[in-house]
């Protein structure tokens, strides 16, 4: 199966306090799980302006982590897990579980709540 990157659509309304995981269609590989090496694409955009600060598409590499170690954001570790190969996966991450109060640079403001569509490459 071919996938493409994907678009996210700018989802107004409150942020929500916890993450929130949305399967937008399921894989029938492999599952994550902690510890697991993974590589997932991704895009991601800000709750509060719908801009993408990050898209592993535009970069045509895939993001590889180990899963559950805390080599990305908590919101990552807890949402990738369950996932299987082929599937792909709406995050939304509040701000506890992304960058914080700090932010990540001029990308990412303090506070803000992120929204990632994962697509879980391997395993």
């Not at 107004?12 to 399967?23: C, Q, W």
């Not at 898209?55 to 807890?78: E, M, Y």
């Not at 996932?83 to 990412?108: F, S």
Request: with cysteine.
């Amino acid at each position: 199966m071919s996938i493409e990157k994907p678009e996210i659509d700018f989802p107004g309304g409150e942020p929500p306090a916890d993450l929130e995981i949305k399967d937008i269609w399921e894989g029938e590989g492999a599952v994550a799980k902690a510890g697991d090496t993974v590589k997932v694409h991704y895009v991601g955009v800000a709750f509060s302006t719908g801009e993408e600060f990050d898209a592993s598409w535009n970069r045509g590499t895939p993001l590889q982590f180990q899963l559950g170690v805390g080599q990305v954001i908590s919101g990552w570790d807890q949402g990738v897990q369950g996932m299987k190969v082929g599937g792909r996966r709406q995050l939304t991450i509040p701000a506890h579980l992304a960058y914080g109060d700090r932010g990540a640079g001029d990308r990412i403001k303090s506070g803000e709540t992120l929204i990632f569509v994962c697509d879980l490459v391997a395993v």
